[in-house]
């Protein structure tokens, strides 16, 4: 019966080593692809995982999905808008929806909260005539992989100093 313990947990810790290799190196993988918006001439680092399904019918932004359509996200602008604060847009988001907030300055947001088996995690910057921002919706247990996309993206949105209005 020792013996059989011992081979048991000896097979548990073989299964755990593995799947934690596997989603670490799932997120080594990850890659990203620049998308481009027209309209207001901004740019956002999405993962390439995400394909475009369709714009938003003004163009001020895209909706993207995984092939399987396990992970959506959607990514948009607002052109000369209230100068809200990102920190009060998290702020609100907070009250609303118990999110837990990653970053809350004045230009920038972070947060997410947990809706029955996903996550969906907003990001926006604040910039010079108005607002970019992203909303991602995933499976808990891709939590790992695309809470780093959502930094990638935020880091991205930042580059762009204005919206251009074509």
Known sequence: M???RRVVCIIIAFAVAFAATSVNSDAAKLKF???KN???NYKVKVPTSLTSQSSYSNDDGVI???ADGRVRATV???YKVNKKSAK?????A???KKAKVLKATKSEGLYYYKSGGSIVETGVVVIKNGLIQFQMCFPSSMKGNYMKAAKTMLSS???????VAQ
Do not use: D, G
């Open 64 to 66: 993207l999905k995984t």
């Open 157 to 163: 949105m930042k580059k762009n100093k204005k919206l």
């Open 33 to 35: 692809r620049t998308y």
């Open 88 to 92: 009060a847009i998290v702020n609100t």
């Open 38 to 40: 027209n309209r207001y």
């Open 2 to 4: 020792n013996v059989l």
């Open 76 to 78: 948009y602008a607002s």
């Open 94 to 96: 907070k009250k609303s």
